[in-house]
């Protein structure tokens, strides 16, 4: 008898959820009440990439509701049609002024931004690059676009230039690279990567979620701080959902850049526009950055501070990785999953998971971050620091990591 119930569609979605519970892997959704640092019941987060505070700045709140007023919510129709507005294209002079670049181009998430620009920028017969811990977005751009795909050791610039060596010249490479790593916090060699591709004649992508509005003395990201100038980064990926508060992405680079987008990119052409509102807030988002320097200031104090107190914590079972970004994970010792019952194939996504609910119940909200997402055996606490937070806040974070990781009270639970 065949086994009618998984065969039907519900039957079948199920024995995938349950394997997904089995693996300890099953995600779930939590409903916040707005976008602030402090939720109801003193509840803390520590989990946002809301870094400069700006998603709950009340100045946003009003030129989104003129923006609203002026060009309306919805953008009606794709940019080709007739969804560009005058707010959009005020957005893009700006951006690609603020990046030093001749143009930029709208799109309404990163991820579609990435799909986006590899898809035009390669096909079949052609290579991209990646540091083996891009984000999810630039891999399946990758695979969008036909293109073969290729890892490099992380931040190993000088493995990526072997692998340029070996790959036939005639053939287009791009070497793609996150300017910050989103869970690891560290920062791609940006000029090691330039001067790679510069000698292999590659093109160079770097993707600049985390970076831009954080990172350099004026906020314009990983290039900045680097000193990396806009020719040897060619193609500029930036999101505006981070630390911009908004919502949407762009790319930046040369006249020929963008127009080849506007031309051939698919995920730009068949999608209705970012909302013009939405638009019209980030200008607001980017005088923010620019007048309020002192927002990264403070950002920048708390990330000093946070790393002088915590560097203790790996006594207890939790490690510090290197980062000078808000991005501040801290890694579950092999340990501390064995005594959480993680299983014999080292991993440690049991144990992270064990911390995150400790913490959740002395109302501080920081997710733990499990494989597939970081690699088998490197679960950790992705801690995320914002302006928004006080030096309290984060000594109330470091306290309470302290005590939930003691290593007395995790053998109690053991006992118990
Ligand atoms: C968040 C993120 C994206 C996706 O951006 P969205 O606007 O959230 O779709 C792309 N790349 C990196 C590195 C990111 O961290």
């Not at 919805?74 to 990046?99: F, Y």
């Not at 930029?104 to 898809?119: C, E």
């Not at 104090?301 to 946070?306: E, K, M, V």
């Amino acid at each position: 008898m065949p086994d009618l119930h998984r065969d039907t569609l519900d039957g079948a979605l199920q024995a995938r959820l349950q394997r997904q519970r089995e693996r300890h892997r099953y995600r779930e959704r939590r409903t916040t009440s707005g976008a602030g640092v402090r939720g109801p019941h003193d509840r803390l987060t520590f989990c946002s990439n809301d870094y400069l505070g700006l998603a709950g700045e009340p100045r946003l709140a009003e030129a989104l509701a003129e923006g609203a007023r002026r060009f309306g919510t919805g953008g009606g129709a794709s940019h080709l049609v007739c969804g560009h507005s005058e707010a959009h294209e005020r957005l893009e002079q700006r951006l690609a002024t603020w990046t030093g670049r001749e143009r930029a181009l709208l799109f309404s998430s990163g991820y579609q931004a990435n799909l986006g620009v590899i898809s035009a920028l390669l096909g079949r017969g052609d290579i991209a690059l990646h540091d083996r811990l891009n984000h999810a977005s630039l891999l399946d751009a990758t695979r969008l676009a036909g293109a073969g795909l290729e890892r490099f050791a992380h931040g190993d610039a000088t493995a990526c230039e072997q692998r340029l060596a070996a790959l036939d010249p005639s053939r287009r490479r791009l070497v793609v690279t996150d300017g910050v790593f989103s869970m690891d916090g560290d920062t791609a060699d940006l000029p090691a990567l330039a001067s790679a591709c510069e000698r292999h004649h590659a093109w160079l992508m770097v993707d600049d979620a985390h970076g831009l509005g954080v990172l350099g003395v004026t906020g314009r990201g990983t290039l900045e701080s680097q000193s990396v100038t806009p020719q040897a980064v060619p193609v500029l990926m930036g999101t505006l959902g981070k630390a911009l508060g908004t919502q949407g992405a762009f790319v930046a680079g040369s006249d020929a850049l963008i127009e080849a987008l506007i031309q051939f990119s698919r995920p730009y052409v068949y999608t209705t526009s970012l909302s013009p509102a939405l638009a019209w807030a980030t200008l607001t988002s980017l005088d923010l950055v620019e007048n309020e320097p002192e927002r990264r200031g403070h950002l920048d104090s708390l990330i000093a501070h946070f790393r002088r107190e915590a560097a203790g914590l790996h006594a207890h079972g939790l490690t510090l990785m290197p980062s000078c970004t808000p991005i501040q994970p801290l890694v579950v010792s092999r340990h501390s999953a064995q005594r959480a019952g993680d299983g014999e194939d080292g991993g440690n996504d049991l144990a992270a998971l064990a911390m995150a609910e400790s913490l959740e119940a002395s109302g501080i909200w920081c997710s733990a971050i499990r494989s597939p997402t970081v690699p088998v055996g490197s679960a950790r606490l992705r801690v995320t620091l914002s302006a928004s937070h006080t030096r309290a806040d984060v000594d109330r974070l470091l306290e309470t990591l302290y005590r939930v990781s003691h290593p007395s009270r995790i053998a109690g639970r053991e006992r118990s």
